[in-house]
């Protein structure tokens, strides 16, 4: 078995009196590819914002490679080596592609108070950043802002990015939100296809229950901030419980949550 | 993972522009050297000019001090003045009360502006937006109090007068002393923008969230960038010092500080020599209107006013903006 990288232990966290991770505990295996699954508002985004640091937990403990992260700031989270892609596109829209990717390279190299050579005569930087955007297929728009690219492109230059910081474990939220079904199926094979080459664990959140059980090792089943399941694919097709509540028809899913 | 070779037509620059842009770049320092020694035989106008020329040299290195927050880095502070006054009361302090050489004054000035944004950053990079602002305001605010109530140290309201001037600096080698100094300080600042420090900036400017997810210490540059900004104009401020050879409480008031951002409106943001166009345009204007009729100064309220509405609504780029729209237009 390999060891778990990433281990979330009684964690909770309320807005404003109402609690959206209830008690959470979960474990997250190294080089494992899993899924996280729920109905809208299960805790699903915030379950990533609290392990990324971007907000503070109420209590319990985030324990990533064997360290305490919980409450630490996101950009130490980043430096331990996590990295995250949003579910609603967030990258630097005035930048070129390029520059987006060789943002995040220069910080990941702690090159950010190199405060005499151009970034752009950061020849190493740039070969490397060419190689992200190359793996996600964004190289021919490199030199295009990337707040003109279209929703999916924004996506996946989401992804460059975060793959940029070379993370030990990497979160996807909902990496296909809005995109096409072709473009969805091309993503996850993306998605799979990094995965088994840079051999880095993934956590991604997903609602297409197709792409889920296609390509995840391990699914997590979110309700109201409680794990309502864990397991294969199989396990968790088997599991009576989540055919109710999120496979079954949408009122029985709001009447189960 | 797979093999790129880095592809030559994305290195930025194309040969041709850098070219043009560098010959034109070198012609205007050239002119701007020259231009005191035409102005030199106007005999008391030319005085007059030399001293207005030497004042926009200044006040335009202080507009792109700021515009390193602003511009560069999407800070918008309300205070700015307090480092060109801290700037200025050093220099005035230390030659008029230690009779220090103005080199060393000069080299004072930006060490103690940057220690008060030291000082003054900490706090204020806490807060975003408006919080940031008006914390900005309420510091320099504060500076402006204790100069005016401090009496004996800075004068109060009556300031430091007679700081003295060395032998050599006559109007024409006190200009050129400042241009070369704001060359330099020019190019310094070039450098830092561009440079990845500069590229950190402008994330933390494009979206301080996403920055802080790539593992940006938002804060920490942020008050880096506040430090390097205050000492920029600490050295405009002892300049002005010189220039004018006194220091006084109004140098650290507010309406110094929308000066710069003024400038940098009108000049453009989003561009390193923006806020040397735009201090320099609304300085000329005003001397202009001045030079027309007396009475039209006392519309420069209601003239800025109206410029910065044509501005926002129309030319949010500032007058560099324009022309480089204008001439992205010619070009196809
Ligand atoms: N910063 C916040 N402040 C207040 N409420 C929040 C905040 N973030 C999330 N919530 C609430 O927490 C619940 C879970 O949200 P979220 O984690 O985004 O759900 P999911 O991603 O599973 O759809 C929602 O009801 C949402 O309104
Ligand atoms: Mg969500």
């Known amino acids: 078995m390999a060891a778990d990288i990433l281990r979330v232990e009684k964690l909770s966290k309320s807005f404003s009196g109402r609690l959206v991770i209830d008690n959470l505990s979960f474990r997250v295996a ?93 020849t190493q930087i740039h070969q490397r950043a060419y190689e992200i955007l190359d793996s996600v297929g964004l190289t021919a728009m490199a030199q295009r802002l990337s707040g003109t690219l279209a929703h999916g492109n924004q996506k996946l230059l989401d992804i460059a990015v975060a793959l940029a910081l070379e993370p030990r474990l990497l979160l996807l939220d909902e990496p296909t939100a809005g995109m096409s079904p072709d473009e969805r199926w091309q993503t996850v094979a993306l998605v799979k296809d990094l995965w088994e080459r840079l051999k880095v664990t993934m956590v991604f959140i997903e609602h297409d229950m197709d792409i889920v059980f296609g390509i995840s090792q391990k699914i997590r089943v979110l309700c109201y901030g409680n794990l309502l399941a864990e397991g294969t694919p199989k396990e968790i097709s088997n599991n009576l419980k989540v055919i109710e509540v999120y496979l079954g028809e949408k009122p029985m899913m709001d009447e189960a949550c | 993972m ?20 560098r010959v034109a770049t070198a012609l205007l320092i050239v002119v701007f050297f020259i231009l005191p020694f035409v102005l030199a035989h106007l005999g008391r106008t030319g005085v007059y000019w030399i001293w207005v020329t030497t004042e926009i040299i200044i006040m335009s290195l202080f507009a792109m001090s700021l515009n390193l927050i602003l511009g560069f880095g999407g800070m918008v502070s309300f205070g700015h003045a307090a480092f060109f ?22 080299a004072a000035a930006p060490l103690m502006a940057a220690v008060a944004a030291v000082i003054i950053g900490w706090f204020c990079v806490r807060l975003t937006g408006l919080y940031f602002s008006i914390l900005t305001l309420a510091f320099s605010q504060l500076l402006y109090m204790v100069a005016f109530q401090w009496y004996t140290f800075t004068g109060g309201d009556d300031g430091l007068h007679g700081v003295p001037r060395p032998d050599f600096l006559s109007p024409t080698n006190f200009y050129l002393f400042c241009l070369v100094i704001f060359l330099i300080c020019v ?140 001439i992205k237009k010619k070009n196809g």
């Open chain 1, 30 to 122: 190294e080089g494992e590819l899993s899924a996280i699954i729920g109905p809208n508002g299960a805790g699903k985004t915030t379950l990533f914002n609290l392990i990324t640091g971007y907000h503070v937990p109420d209590s319990g403990k985030i324990i990533f490679n064997g360290q305490n992260i919980a409450g630490l700031q996101p950009f130490k989270t980043v430096r331990l080596g996590l990295a995250r892609a949003f579910q609603r596109t967030n990258i630097f829209p005035k930048m070129t592609v390029l520059e987006n990717v060789v943002s995040a390279c220069i910080t990941r190299q702690e090159r950010n108070l190199n405060f005499r050579t151009p970034y752009k005569k950061l």
């Open chain 2, 2 to 21: 797979l093999n790129i070779k880095l592809n030559p037509e994305t290195n930025i620059y194309e040969p041709e522009t850098k070219t043009r842009h």
């Open chain 2, 85 to 106: 006054g801290v700037g200025a009361y050093t220099v005035a302090l230390l030659m008029k009360k230690a009779a220090a050489p103005l080199l060393l004054a000069l």
């Open chain 2, 187 to 326: 190019w310094l600042m070039r450098m830092l923008v561009n440079s990845s420090f500069g590229l950190t900036i402008r994330t933390i400017r494009e979206n301080m969230d996403r920055a802080k997810f790539i593992g940006v210490n938002v804060r920490f540059y942020q008050w880096l960038n506040f430090i390097i900004a205050g000492a920029f104009a600490g050295l405009a401020g002892g300049l002005f010092a010189q220039l004018n050879r006194f220091a006084q409480t109004e140098f650290l008031h507010w309406s110094r500080s929308a000066e710069p951002i003024l400038a940098s409106l009108v000049g453009g943001m989003y561009s390193l020599m923006g806020p040397t166009v735009g201090s320099a345009f609304l300085m000329c204007l005003r001397i202009v209107l001045q030079q027309a009729h007396k009475g039209l100064v006392e519309y420069w309220a209601i003239i800025l006013g109206l410029i910065l509405l044509v501005m926002v609504l129309f030319a949010p780029g500032g007058l560099i903006g324009l022309v480089q729209k204008i």
